[in-house]
């Protein structure tokens, strides 16, 4: 259900245990190690980062949302079958209450939180699914979406997009992680191959190619297949994995999937 659409509490409201959800539903992973998973997906609004081509528009550049206490949030998520739970956005660990709502699910269910890998969280994660935004996320007058102004927010996005500590610190604190890359072109394999190197220099915890996953830019069937190939190229030419986005084969850019 997006629940945005049906509840409606003034941001002022907020106080106690409450997060901004975009959307909750059940559907498919459609990203990363565990794609194909049947999930419960919980949106927060709200994130530090604005890229350009943001496939969530309404948690970042105009986030819309109902506050709901853990409680809730926990009950929507018990009347759902799957075992997984993701916790998305958005940016989810923008907000301290995250961590609460990861600790009362943590007994029940599998927990991937996904992340532009800029916060830490000491909350229980089975999989950390880090998203580290290249400069080619940054957005600019070009490039925003139609109808929003990039503003102070080229600036902004940029000095926050990578931050080495948290990276470090969420790669060693999951179960297990993932480096999940969206890849607009080849001209992006030089970052991603400079920041999984540093990834590497400040963390203990073996970081493998088969946890740097290339996932291609596009939010629709069309804009994949202008992308998906080149992506999968790049891939086995650089040994890294491929992961489609399942979700928008199947659907489109249909909300709740």
């Given at each position: ?11 002022t ?17 459609g990203?990363g ?8 997906f ?46 998305t ?11 609460a709502l990861?600790?009362a ?12 890998g800029?916060?830490?969280t000491?909350a ?16 600019t ?7 929003v ?23 060693e ?9 969206v890849v607009t ?14 990834v590497?220099g ?11 996953l ?6 629709t069937?069309?804009?994949l297949?202008r ?10 030419a ?20």
């Amino acid at each position: 259900m997006p629940v945005s659409d049906t509840v409606a509490r003034d941001d002022t409201d907020a106080e106690g245990d409450r997060l901004p959800i975009n959307e909750l539903f059940a559907s498919l992973q459609g990203e990363g190690k565990l794609a194909g998973v049947p999930s419960t997906f919980v949106r927060t609004s709200g994130c530090n980062l604005r890229c350009w081509f943001c496939d969530s528009f309404h948690t970042s550049w105009e986030p819309t949302h109902a506050w709901l206490s853990l409680d809730e949030i926990v009950a929507e998520v018990e009347s759902r079958s799957p075992d997984h739970v993701v916790v998305t956005g958005g940016e989810p660990l923008v907000h301290d209450e995250t961590d609460a709502l990861l600790s009362a699910l943590a007994d029940d269910y599998h927990l991937t939180v996904e992340t532009n890998g800029t916060l830490e969280t000491d909350a229980p994660v089975d999989l950390a699914s880090v998203s580290p935004k290249l400069a080619s996320s940054t957005p600019t007058p070009d490039n925003a979406p139609a109808d929003v102004d990039s503003g102070v927010w080229t600036e902004r996005h940029e000095d926050a997009r990578v931050d080495l500590d948290a990276l470090a610190s969420l790669v060693e604190h999951a179960a297990e992680f993932q480096l999940k890359f969206v890849v607009t072109g080849r001209d992006d394999l030089d970052e991603i191959e400079s920041l999984v190197a540093d990834v590497r220099g400040v963390t203990d915890r073996e970081v493998r190619d088969s946890d740097v996953l290339l996932m291609p830019e596009g939010q629709t069937r069309e804009q994949l297949a202008r992308t998906r190939t080149e992506v999968a190229d790049l891939a086995a030419a650089f040994g890294y994995r491929y992961t489609p986005r399942l979700h928008v084969d199947l659907w489109n850019d249909a909300p709740e999937t």
